[in-house]
């Protein structure tokens, strides 16, 4: 829009300095009789008792500093009918013509007929009639009349310009035809003191497919300064826009659309509302403020406070906002992006979520790059924030799996393939009603939905209703939201009990558990395979202890009861009544233990924080 409004500019100065110019210098005249320089022939009749003058061929008068031209003068006392090739002079810059024309110098003014232009420097304009009363101060065309400054021309069926108050009015049709725009309206009104044009009727700006639209407003012509009101909307380069008031400020190069803006670009597919936009088109950065919706393709967001930057491509959000970039919705306290790199920070409260892989991350601040879809989150959601701990929530069964630690990162392995890999570390901890864990670090591959347990100092341990499995590394397959299969690699050891007195343990190198219903049925133990659980009757009395020891073994269960067990190789063992193995204590296995403390009962016990993190700032 700013050319439009620069062209505006050259355009209005000129007609008003002209007509304010003629007007001035007639005013200024304090001789009281028309006076008669020359003529070729001068002829008296008497007309009503009193002597009228006629004067013909190359007439020459003077009133004061006007001079005037006509082939034929009638002077009636103070008047001057004036006809043909009349020209009116005043000083060296103002110049008036027509066919005819009456000059009245007792009422000091004066009609001009026929072919009437008016003339100073290049600026001219044409009318059928013109009139400026000398006392009132104001210059009037009545039936049309065209002003041209060069190549600009504008047309009006009405004109006024009032001297006293500097103000002039263009009214019916008015239309402005310049090689650059074209502007249309019924009336306009112009201060030449303050140098403001006022829109004061429905008017429509076209140039090179754009156009704007008002129905008042104002332009600032010293200052470059313009406010379009009334309806105000325009179309450039396909985009349209719209709002309750359009300002503009060619000092600041700033436009703003304030109240109900509404910005569109419908063959791309954007548009941005908003209660004001504000943008600089010497920076090229825009401000979106107050209820903020911006729309494209591929995205949504919501917001109060949003800041662009043209140049480096880089979008801002204060204030909660919301981001909607499938498969992510994003909300926090404030956002950033940069479009051409791809990168993005999140910080404050932020809630994302992943509908493709139906997660979502809590946390304090999340770091993430649109290209190669990294998420990477740390701090805490709540007050404690870059001193707490991220959180994710993922649907299982029905039921929520709470993940945390002192940093989440997710990201996909390629570009061809939705394989996301999930990293957690240090200090993992799981928990859902029915299965917690704990371990260093953590590794989930979604295309296979299976789970890495790591130990750097402790043993990864999951707990699964009444028992534990641990071992140095522990991978867990899921498969429809649920546990399908459990590897234990490297002393592995599974304790369950059911009264928290006698504990069941199986141990060995290698440990296979699989799952039906989220329950243990069946272990595959390889690797000096070693099992002592106890015997229990149909009343749930304990009866004797079982102790079996082989090269390889597999186990089946049913209600967390050994049901069957098949050995492959040697196995010793032997089954012991409670009497001899004694029922205060339970038996154990070497290596065995059973953690409590750093099971997590609660969300809450997932989310403690063990050591202190350095505090973080967003870039």
Not at 312 to 324: D, I, W
Not at 559 to 569: E, L, R, W
């Amino acid at each position: 829009m700013r050319f439009l409004f620069s062209l505006l500019v050259c355009l209005w100065i000129w007609p008003t300095t002209l007509l304010a110019q003629g007007s001035t210098t007639l005013t200024a005249d304090t001789s009281k009789n028309v006076k008669v320089e020359s003529s070729l022939l001068g002829e008296y009749f008497l007309k009503e008792g009193r002597y009228v003058q006629k004067l013909s061929g190359s007439v020459r008068l003077r009133h004061g500093n006007v001079l005037i031209f006509c082939d034929t003068a009638l002077l009636d006392l103070n008047d001057a009918r004036l006809m043909g090739n009349v020209l009116i002079e005043q000083g060296d810059t103002l110049r008036l013509y027509g066919d005819s024309a009456l000059y009245r110098g007792d009422v000091r003014d004066c009609d001009m007929f026929g072919a009437v232009a008016l003339v100073r420097g290049q600026q001219e304009l044409f009318t059928n009639e013109l009139h400026y009363d000398f006392q009132q101060k104001l210059a009037t065309y009545l039936s049309g009349g065209t002003l041209t400054n060069g190549t600009s021309q504008m047309t009006s069926s009405r004109g006024y310009y009032h001297v006293e108050n500097k103000t002039a009015y263009f009214d019916g049709e008015v239309v402005v035809v310049d090689p650059e725009f074209t502007m249309r309206t019924d009336s306009l009104q112009f201060n030449t003191e303050t140098q403001l044009v006022f829109f004061v009727a429905p008017t429509l700006i076209s140039q090179r497919g754009s156009k704007l639209y008002c129905e008042s407003g104002f332009y600032d012509l010293e200052n470059d300064f313009a406010v379009f009101e009334g309806n105000p909307q325009y179309e450039q380069d396909g985009q349209r826009g719209r709002a309750r008031r359009i300002r503009y400020s060619e000092a600041s190069k700033e436009y703003v659309l304030d109240g109900d803006a509404y910005v569109e670009e419908p063959f791309e597919g954007r548009s941005v509302s908003a209660d004001v936009i504000r943008y600089n088109a010497e920076t090229e950065r825009a401000i979106f403020l107050g209820n903020v919706r911006y729309k494209d393709v591929e995205q949504q967001i919501d917001g109060e406070e949003v800041y662009y930057d043209k140049r480096t491509q880089q979008y801002q959000l204060r204030g909660r906002s919301r981001v909607s970039d499938p498969p992510y919705i994003i909300e926090a306290d404030s956002l950033a992006f940069n479009t051409e790199l791809g990168n993005g920070i999140a910080l404050g409260r932020v809630d994302w979520r992943d509908t493709s892989q139906d997660y979502t991350l809590l946390a304090h601040r999340v770091d993430y790059n649109r290209r190669t879809s990294l998420v990477y989150a740390h701090g805490a959601f709540s007050e404690e924030q870059e001193k707490g701990r991220p959180l994710m929530l993922s649907l299982m069964e029905g039921d929520t799996l709470f993940l945390s630690a002192d940093t989440l990162l997710s990201f996909k392995l390629d570009t061809l393939t939705d394989d996301r890999v999930l990293l957690a570390y240090p200090d993992v901890r799981i928990f859902k009603k029915d299965l917690q864990a704990s371990c260093d670090s953590l590794v989930y591959h979604a295309a296979d939905s299976l789970f890495y347990f790591f130990k750097k100092e402790n043993l990864p341990l999951i707990w699964a209703d009444t028992s534990q499995f641990s071992a140095d590394t522990i991978l867990l397959r899921m498969q429809s939201g649920r546990i399908s299969e459990m590897l234990l690699r490297e002393n592995s050891l599974v304790v369950q009990s059911e009264d928290g007195r006698m504990y069941n343990q199986i141990k060995g190198r290698f440990n296979t558990v699989f799952f039906e219903e989220n329950e243990a049925r069946e272990m595959h133990v390889e690797g000096n395979a070693q099992a002592l659980y106890y015997v229990m009757d149909d009343q749930q009395r304990y009866i004797g202890l079982n102790r079996s020891e082989c090269g390889e073994m597999r186990l089946y269960f049913e209600q967390s009861q050994v049901i069957g067990v098949k050995f492959y190789g040697e196995p010793t063992g032997k089954i012991s009544p409670m009497r001899q193995v004694g029922i205060t204590e339970t038996q154990k296995l070497d290596g065995f233990f059973w953690e409590t403390e750093r099971r997590p009962r609660s969300v809450e016990d997932v989310l403690k924080r063990k050591h202190p993190r350095p505090s973080l700032e967003m870039e």
